[in-house]
């Protein structure tokens, strides 16, 4: 799997837009770009994914790079609640069984 | 609750004894996974099921390690002879073959303690 990379923690103040990046640049044509989440003493749970469009949903955004080297996940109004561990994941669409490689993600400190 | 549910939630034993767990995935789903996690690192994949057959299986998965689907539902992982290294918290996870995102439905996990 093509390998992403992610700063180890970031911190934002609540209610503000937090920016979290992540760059793939070996990145392939076939690779998806997905995003999970791990709250504390919780499992994963997927966030937004997208190939070369920015996305949308009702948790973030996704935006894309040009050239796909590189990816945001916007949380618009962070609350306490995305404190999490964010996990930037690339998975081939060609693959036969969906498994994800993760990281070490990014941490995310939500202050008051 | 229709999500994923693993059992126990929380494990203590012994060093050389033999520990199982158990995953239930949600009812529809014909993709199950296990994975590994031990503090500070991301999850680790170990082993893959498409309905009762095991597709995939890691250089994680030592000979002491067994999983098994029998009917293509729950699963179980199986850890003999346990060792201190093998404590982490273990992940189940499933998916829909074919459902567009192919997006991973975690269960909270069983973490295991080796004394």
């Known amino acids: 799997d093509a390998k992403t990379t992610q700063p180890n923690s970031m911190e934002s103040n609540e209610e503000e837009p937090v920016h979290l990046p992540c760059n793939h640049s070996?990145?392939?044509?076939?690779?998806?770009i997905h995003w999970y989440r791990q709250l504390p003493s919780q499992g994963p749970e997927y966030v937004i994914h997208?190939?070369?469009s920015n996305v949308n949903n009702r948790m973030a955004s996704l935006a894309i790079a040009e050239d796909r080297k590189s990816s945001t996940l916007i949380l618009h109004r962070a609350t306490l609640r995305d404190a999490a561990v964010y996990y930037c994941?690339?998975?081939?669409?060609?693959?036969?069984?969906?498994?994800?490689?993760f990281g070490k993600g990014t941490l995310l400190t939500v202050n008051p | 609750d229709t999500g994923v549910s693993q059992n126990p939630r929380h494990k203590i034993t012994k060093r050389g004894q033999n520990v199982t767990f158990r995953c239930d995935p949600i009812?529809?789903?014909?993709?199950l996974y296990w994975y590994r996690q031990t503090l500070g690192q991301g999850p680790e994949f170990l082993t893959y099921?498409?309905?009762?057959?095991?597709?995939?299986k890691s250089r994680l998965l030592s000979d002491r390690f067994s999983a098994e689907r029998p009917k293509g539902s729950f699963s179980t992982l199986e850890i003999q002879r346990t060792e201190q290294g093998d404590s982490a918290m273990y992940l189940c996870?499933?998916?829909?073959?074919?459902?567009?995102?192919?997006?991973?439905?975690f269960g909270e996990g069983s973490r295991l303690t080796v004394l």
């Open positions: 996870a499933s998916s829909l073959r074919g459902e567009n995102t192919g997006e991973l439905f």
């Open positions: 070996t990145i392939s044509g076939t690779d998806y």
């Open positions: 997208g190939l070369t």
């Open positions: 994941i690339l998975r081939d669409v060609r693959g036969s069984n969906y498994k994800l490689t």
């Open positions: 009812s529809e789903h014909n993709r």
């Open positions: 099921f498409q309905n009762e057959a095991q597709l995939e």
